[in-house]
């Protein structure tokens, strides 16, 4: 076995018999550490469930173009061209004011309504059915898609169906954002706790690392028991972290189902993937790591 | 092997500890510091382990400066040296066996040939048989003796030891300059401190310091 293997197996091995011999206090660090990690891992697995959804979404927005009422049917049907020169891989679906009239009648039984209005007050339209755009990001393409197609001669007015797409990307936006600023501070909440449990340990094993001194221990052997020790944490605070999650999406899973039931779906919070769960166990890991560097480099290096 | 060249250690302006002290010392030698509490005795012991850096002077070992070593290189220093305090400075927390064990440890020795050796060490200071025993049931004499295998068990080229018998009654007293004079007889260095009058009749080179210079050589 190399020495190098051996020395970190012999600080793992430190660490762990620090860590036996004050198995309460670790244990409630690890809590409170797994608390500050809880709600950001609730954040990323939210997020990581609604994302597929906006971009299910936005894979065919749709524009109503609606023609002038005086324009006659020939014109209003050589729009199409135009239509197709301006998206050329759209499905484009001619919809006249009569079969409109009938649409409306059937669908929301207004028909007593729509006779006393003596005639037919829709006008000719175009279903635009865009399938360009590969998610909600690129939602913005279609302002300018409309605009052309506003400029067309004969065109009343243009209806962008997939405006709320846009909106449900900006506000999956934000809350990314929010995400991002609350795990940075809920990150420096677990580098301060990792920080002030080394710092402890230090004080703790004061008498030993001054002896590792004397008898000829170099920095970095006196230091890598509390890298292990801080990683360690991180790590355990983090299963503990995703535990709770996954624990947590059974209660809201039930709910969620009365709700999505309402609107004819399945939709259920899954646990993150295998591999995105081990990113978060290394972030977390990698978080004690830090804390232990920052009160490593602050607390040891002053004991000579 | 070690060399003190007019070497002066100052904590404050009125806190002079050693004042332009110059000796040398052979290998193999085994010397006596002598003098009064305060003298300076383990301040210049310190200085040989690069505890203290010395405020004007040098001290070599082996011909190397301590006074310029860097960081990175002391604790290489200090695994050549064997270290004795008149507070044995053992870890309560583990047995006797895993004190004596440490210095190899971190020099990356594998677990089973550290025991090994660490029984070895044990049995020359007549401890053996309390290997497993932790340090604080241990009288004061036999903890002095554990913390002399310590201080062999890496087989250095110099034992600096500051007052080992200060504490201790005659008998044990007795037992801990005899297990130092073992170590002595097979070519290690010594540079042991004490005001132990009866210790100092007995010895071949004495250094006294008083209020921090060098008073008189005794041979």
């Known amino acids: 076995m190399s020495t190098w293997l051996r020395h970190h197996l012999?600080?793992?091995?430190?660490?762990?018999?620090?860590?036996?011999?004050?198995?309460?206090?670790?244990?409630?660090?690890?809590?409170?550490?797994?608390?500050?990690?809880?709600?950001?891992?609730?954040?990323?697995?939210?997020?990581?469930?609604?994302?597929?959804?906006?971009?299910?979404m936005a894979v065919e927005p749709e524009l109503s173009v609606f023609i002038k009422a005086d324009?006659?049917?020939?014109?209003?049907?050589?729009?199409?061209?135009?239509?197709?020169?301006?998206?050329?891989?759209?499905?484009?679906?001619?919809?006249?004011?009569?079969?409109?009239?009938?649409?409306?009648?059937a669908k929301s039984g207004l028909s007593d309504v729509v006779a006393t209005l003596g005639e037919n007050p829709l006008p000719d339209s175009y279903v635009v059915k865009l399938n360009a755009f590969q998610n909600a990001a690129e939602g913005s393409k279609i302002d300018s898609i409309a605009d052309q197609m506003r400029a067309l001669p004969g065109v009343e007015s243009v209806q962008v169906d997939s405006a709320w797409v846009k909106r449900l990307a900006a506000l999956l936006g934000i809350l990314r954002l929010a995400l991002l600023l609350l795990a940075a501070t809920l990150a420096t909440v677990?580098?301060?706790?990792?920080?002030?449990?080394?710092?402890?340990?230090?004080?703790?094993?004061?008498e030993e690392i001054l002896v590792s001194k004397l008898i000829g221990a170099s920095d970095s052997f006196i230091h890598r028991p509390f890298y292990y020790t801080g990683a360690l944490l991180g790590l355990c605070a983090g299963g503990v972290a995703l535990g709770g999650v996954a624990l947590a999406l059974q209660?809201?899973?039930?709910?969620?189902?009365?709700?999505?039931?309402?609107?004819?779906?399945?939709?259920?919070?899954?646990?993150?993937?295998?591999?995105?769960?081990?990113?978060?166990?290394?972030?977390?890991?990698?978080?004690?790591?830090?804390?232990?560097?920052?009160?490593?480099?602050?607390?040891?290096?002053r004991l000579n | 092997m070690i060399e003190f060249q007019h070497v002066s250690k100052q904590y404050s302006p009125d806190g002079v500890a050693l004042r332009d002290i110059s000796f040398t010392i052979a290998k193999g030698e085994l010397v006596y510091l002598a003098g009064p509490s305060g003298a300076g005795k383990s301040t210049l012991l310190k200085m040989i382990a690069a505890m203290e850096r010395p405020t004007s002077g040098k001290v070599l070992v082996n011909g190397q400066d301590i006074g310029a070593l860097k960081r990175a290189g002391i604790p290489f220093l200090r695994r050549n040296l064997g270290?004795?305090?008149?507070?044995?400075?053992?870890?309560?927390?583990?047995?006797?066996?895993?004190?004596?064990?440490?210095?190899?440890?971190?020099?990356?020795?594998?677990?089973?040939?550290?025991e090994q050796r660490a029984r070895a060490a044990l049995d020359k200071v007549g401890l053996l048989d309390r290997a497993d025993a932790q340090p604080l049931a241990l009288s004061g004499g036999e903890q002095q003796r554990v913390s002399i295998a310590r201080?062999?068990?890496?087989?250095?080229q110099i034992i600096l030891a500051d007052e080992p018998t200060a504490n201790l009654d005659r008998a044990s007293a007795s037992k801990v300059i005899d297990a130092l004079h073992a170590f002595h007889s097979v070519g290690v260095t010594c540079l042991i401190s004490s005001h132990d009058e009866q210790i100092l009749d007995a010895a071949a080179r004495v250094i006294h310091l008083e209020r921090g210079e060098l008073m008189k050589e005794a041979a």
Do not use: W
């Open chain 1, 71 to 105: 324009t006659p049917r020939e014109q209003a049907t050589g729009l199409a061209s135009s239509l197709r020169s301006i998206a050329p891989t759209a499905k484009i679906i001619f919809t006249s004011r009569e079969k409109a009239l009938e649409q409306l009648n």
């Open chain 1, 251 to 301: 209660p809201l899973n039930r709910a969620i189902a009365d709700f999505a039931r309402l609107y004819a779906s399945e939709f259920q919070l899954a646990p993150l993937d295998p591999m995105a769960t081990a990113g978060l166990l290394a972030l977390s890991a990698s978080l004690g790591l830090v804390g232990a560097l920052l009160c490593v480099q602050r607390h040891l290096s």
């Open chain 1, 190 to 206: 677990v580098v301060a706790v990792v920080f002030n449990t080394i710092r402890l340990q230090v004080m703790t094993q004061r």
């Open chain 2, 151 to 156: 201080a062999i068990v890496n087989r250095p």
């Open chain 2, 83 to 114: 270290l004795i305090f008149q507070e044995q400075r053992l870890l309560n927390d583990r047995t006797v066996l895993a004190n004596v064990m440490m210095p190899l440890l971190v020099t990356g020795s594998p677990r089973s040939a550290a």
């Open chain 1, 10 to 56: 012999f600080a793992l091995g430190s660490a762990l018999v620090h860590v036996r011999r004050a198995p309460g206090s670790f244990l409630f660090n690890i809590l409170v550490v797994a608390i500050a990690l809880a709600l950001p891992f609730m954040g990323v697995t939210l997020l990581d469930n609604v994302r597929p959804m906006s971009e299910q």
